[in-house]
């Protein structure tokens, strides 16, 4: 009776892009008798009924752009961490363990909802029912594996989007700050001009109708780094005079940096279940492999060579070492803001599914659809407040970001692999079990080292906010046995 009372309230008001309600994003656990797991024959392909099904092209677009966006900009800062050679090689062995973990996730909930005679699952539902139907001494945590990944994917979003409003703001602020003629605009200013595009973009409640967004963000992004690149290959200096490896020490840096650049792992599982023909998105070539080859590539090409242009002096986003006054490098400034503009509405489904999961059952269906635009709404808005009230938030969000992108792209699908295939088998030796310690150490490695880099890149900040109060008040002040003449 429930599930015919869901789906007439989807039906109707056509809820969060289709996945709240949809089978396999049902906010507990009934994943059916334990008597059906060995039955043979279903095929949760057959059984997926998706109003809006994305194609295979549109489904590589939202991964792509989930994969592709201001984090890039960092790569430069992080070959200078690691120097060309070890750059390179590190760029290409993350993007391997990246992919091999979104793989094994997606693996996983294909094969947990053949067991649990479900179309799809989402990646809290996945892990949840991965200790469900595990080793018996772990099933009583399936409710704590949903909830934690849940609350976990939530939060790191909701950081994410403020992140994207203050990056929106500063490159916005950085390229038209020579055309505002004597207005000094704030860049809180800026970041209540996107309110209401923010606003109008996030009313849009299906995948499908966000494929052009992300295919115009992905052509504003190819210009920018046109643009960016055709500084980066001007006068471009010898190898030599660079490092070829950096110090051990660095590395780990490198690795936080690279991980929450390249980290797109709560997109994937929507993007999966969307698809018409979901077949496609693992195997080779497949969605998954052909988008993150492209991500890879791009990230190792940005960082090698934004390194050797700039070198030590490069900083965090490299569009802030091209030229201040010149036109064309003003409007990449611009293209990259419009890129992560139109970016921010594929980035808020994520959260804004996770939440309406768990209120929608709470609220009558005649204001269902109200409400949709009603939290929809509070959410951007609370971002942008945020972000305008805070212009300095990404240092306290690329903190949440190191702890909460390492353990979820990396750590859980490593844990969630190794429940999974604890009593179907390791493999020979097994090394699925030594594999998915390693990927676990790489990702604690990770959370770590990026927690330490933020924290000590705010009290820095805070030090040297200090330092310019204390002179500032140090000019200002009047000596008490100063004489004045009459």
């Known amino acids: 009776m429930e599930e015919k009372k869901g789906s007439i309230v989807m039906e ?26 060995n039955e043979k024959g279903y095929d949760p392909f057959e059984h997926r009924n998706v109003e809006h099904p994305n194609s295979t092209m549109g489904s590589m677009v939202h991964l792509l752009k989930s994969s592709l966006g201001s984090g890039i900009l ?22 391997f363990i990246c992919t091999h973990c979104i793989y094994i996730l997606v693996k996983t909930s294909q094969e947990v909802c053949v067991e ?15 200790f469900e139907y595990g080793p018996k001494r772990l099933r009583p945590w399936a409710n704590f594996a949903r909830t934690c990944v849940d609350y976990t994917m939530t939060c790191t979003y909701l950081a994410t989007l403020c992140v994207y409003v203050v ?108 698809m018409a023909k979901p077949q496609k998105f693992l195997g080779c070539p497949g969605v998954l492999n052909v988008a993150m080859t492209i991500v890879v590539i791009i990230y190792g090409v940005v960082g090698f060579f934004g390194y050797m242009k700039f070198g030590d002096s490069v900083k965090t986003s490299v569009t802030l070492n091209l030229p201040e006054k010149d036109i064309l490098a003003q409007s990449a400034k611009i293209l990259m803001a419009l890129a992560i503009l139109f970016t921010y509405s594929l980035q808020f489904y994520v959260p804004m599914e996770m939440i309406w999961r768990r209120v929608n059952m709470k609220i009558s269906v005649r204001y269902q659809n109200i409400a949709q635009i009603l ?55 097994n090394y699925i079990l030594f594999k998915n310690i390693i990927i676990g150490t790489i990702s604690l490695l990770a959370l770590f080292s990026g927690c330490y880099v933020s924290i000590n890149d705010m009290i820095i900040k805070l030090r040297k906010s200090e330092a310019a109060y204390e002179t500032i008040a140090n000019v200002t002040s009047i000596p008490s046995n100063m004489t004045y003449p009459i």
């Not at 960092?74 to 993007?95: C, D, E, H, R, W």
């Not at 649990?116 to 991965?130: D, I, L, N, Q």
């Not at 660079?242 to 690279?258: D, G, L, N």
């Not at 509070?378 to 702890?403: M, T």
Request: glycine fraction near 8%.
């Open 167 to 274: 990056f929106i703001a500063a490159n916005l602020e950085e390229a038209l700050k020579e055309y505002t003629y004597g207005y000094d605009l704030s860049r809180g200013v800026y970041c209540a001009l996107t309110l209401v595009p923010l606003v109008l973009m996030c009313q849009i409640r299906n995948l499908k109708w966000l494929v052009p967004f992300s295919a115009i963000a992905n052509i504003c992004l190819v210009v920018c780094f046109a643009i960016t690149l055709y500084y980066i290959f001007s006068d471009l200096p010898h190898p030599q005079e660079r490092e070829i490896a950096a110090k051990v020490t660095q590395w780990p840096i490198f690795i936080s940096t690279v991980i929450f650049a390249m980290e797109g792992i709560g997109v994937v599982m929507p993007v999966e279940n969307e």
């Open 12 to 37: 109707n008001f056509n809820s969060t892009a289709n996945l709240t309600g949809h089978p396999g994003f049902q906010s507990t656990l009934s994943l059916g008798s334990k008597e059906v797991i």
């Open 375 to 429: 939290i929809r709404s509070a959410i951007v808005v609370g971002s942008v407040a945020l972000a305008a009230a805070y212009p300095d938030l990404e240092l306290f969000v690329s903190l949440c970001g190191a702890i909460f992108l390492s353990s979820l792209g990396l750590l859980t699908p490593a844990i969630v692999d190794t429940v999974h295939k604890w009593e179907k088998g390791l493999g020979p030796f």
């Open 116 to 130: 649990a005679k479900k179309p799809s699952m989402g990646f809290a539902e996945t892990c949840g029912a991965v």
């Open 74 to 95: 960092a790569m430069p800062a992080a070959f200078k961490n690691a120097g060309l050679a070890v750059g390179s090689l590190g760029t290409i062995v993350l993007g």
